[in-house]
């Protein structure tokens, strides 16, 4: 079992910026990349970052390039997802997982931990 432990939700102007941490603990040999996901209310899950523990390769959708950046401290078992020029549309629930396979990591069905989830929310 690997167990996921996120922080550094909260409530940010327009424009302002988070970080968000993910703390992984328990068997993390076994965890090959990780993953932040959101969902917002009414929404579906949506893919927002990943990267590879060996090697540090990064995937990010679409709709957060250039604003958000993840990044990994390997020594430490965390993963951290930097926020900057956050929209109101950025608002929700801020999850993230990890994955035993390097493939698919834009797919939720590609991870076998997840996190209880912080909250993000943008006022405009």
């Known amino acids: 079992q690997v167990q996921l432990v996120e922080s550094g939700g909260g409530l940010v102007q327009a424009g302002g910026s988070l970080r968000l941490s993910c703390a992984a603990s328990?068997?993390?040999?076994?965890?090959?990349?990780m993953g932040w996901f959101r969902r917002a209310p009414g929404k579906e899950r949506e893919f927002v970052a990943a990267?590879?523990?060996?090697?540090?390769?990064?995937y990010y959708a679409d709709s957060v390039k250039g604003r958000f950046t993840i990044s990994s401290d390997n020594a430490r078992n965390t993963v951290y997802l930097q926020m900057n020029s956050l929209k109101p549309e950025d608002t929700a629930g801020y999850y993230c997982a990890a994955a035993t396979i390097l493939y698919g990591l834009e797919y939720h069905s590609s991870y076998d931990y997840w996190g209880q989830g912080t909250q993000v929310t943008v006022s405009s």
């Open positions: 990267i590879t523990w060996l090697g540090g390769a990064t």
């Open positions: 328990g068997r993390t040999f076994s965890s090959k990349a």
